[in-house]
């Protein structure tokens, strides 16, 4: 799995971030200027996201420093840059500098970028990293996480979860599955029995009622990312009116930007699994600690009224 370091002046800002970027698929972690380096040493990292207020000596110190790691990518995001300061960004090893407000999928896009053209950096094979709702693999390394947390899995049980997540939504007959993950030669089909026990034990929040690997009486499994019973729109226009009051960090709404761009596209496609996915990530971001918060930009504002209008009719429609 590809790893980000989060350097930030103001650690508990980046943490809203980090999630969201862990639901990209990412091992996301956040640190202080003050320990970055030696996060960097101890745990290595494939690309750093440094935020600055704006573009001054120390973070362009921490920048050339940082530089010395070899096959580390850099991205210096900065409230507050001109073009001079964006040249002495890059200047001072960064591979690139984004002025804020960006979405997320711009910033991904532009993690993405950075990680190409770096080699001997996984950005390589990012492809490889599947996710689907609270579960990203990497085949590659064999690795596996939910909800972000890191879940040891056995090779069968790897390759099943495997199967699951690139068939999201889809109903797998047991046939298919004991086919591609047993080579057909599993035995007593009570063996798969034994391994979806086994992987709801470690994917469902209540294995004994799962919700996202469901039984498909006669026929076989299927997995649902964001079971469509989550969410609702209802749901979206009480988390968003509650955004309307938040007091957050400027990271904060700066993904709260990136995200009702994309509940925009998703209350005109009807897509529930994506809507519920979008109000989790919106859940995100309710206010902590952090000691520099600001109340919602205007623009914003505007944009969120006119959301919860749209989601009270799509609401309303399906009642």
């Not at 989060?6 to 862990?22: F, H, I, K, M, T």
């Not at 639901?23 to 970055?36: N, T």
């Not at 507050?80 to 804020?100: F, N, P, Q, T, Y």
Request: proline fraction near 7%; charged fraction near 25%.
């Amino acid at each position: 799995m590809t790893r980000l370091l989060l350097v930030s002046e103001d650690p508990s800002s980046a943490a809203a971030p980090a999630a969201l970027l862990r639901g990209e698929g990412y091992d996301a972690r956040v640190a202080s200027f003050g320990d970055a380096v030696p996060e960097l040493a101890e745990h290595g990292a494939d690309l750093v996201l440094l935020d600055v207020a704006r573009i001054e000596r120390r973070g362009l110190e921490l920048c050339r420093i940082m530089r010395g790691r070899r096959g580390v990518g850099i991205i210096v995001v900065s409230a507050r840059a001109a073009e001079d300061d964006v040249l002495l960004a890059l200047e001072h090893g960064a591979d690139d500098c984004v002025i804020r407000p960006l979405g997320t999928r711009e910033l991904v896009a532009r993690i993405r970028a950075v990680l190409r053209r770096r080699p001997g950096t996984t950005g390589n094979r990012l492809p490889a990293v599947i996710a689907a709702g609270p579960v990203a693999l990497d085949p590659a390394a064999r690795t596996a996480t939910v909800t972000g947390e890191r879940v040891e899995l056995a090779g069968k049980e790897f390759r099943l979860l495997e199967a699951f997540v690139r068939n999201a939504g889809r109903t797998l007959p047991r046939e298919q599955l004991l086919a591609s993950v047993w080579d057909g030669v599993a035995g007593d089909s009570n063996t798969l029995n034994v391994h979806i026990k086994r992987l709801r034990d470690k994917i469902e929040p209540e294995p004994a009622a799962p919700r996202h690997l469901l039984t498909v009486r006669g026929v076989g499994y299927q997995f649902l990312p964001y079971p469509p019973d989550d969410r609702s729109a209802r749901d979206v226009v009480t988390v968003l009116r509650a955004a309307l009051t938040w007091q957050l960090p400027p990271d904060g709404w700066l993904l709260l930007d990136g995200l009702t761009e994309q509940l925009d596209a998703v209350l005109r496609d009807g897509d529930r699994e994506r809507l519920g996915l979008l109000h989790q990530r919106i859940e995100l971001l309710a206010p902590g600690d952090s000691p520099r918060v600001d109340s919602c930009p205007p623009a914003l504002q505007h944009r969120i009224v006119a959301l919860i209008a749209r989601a009270e009719r799509v609401d309303g429609a399906a009642t």
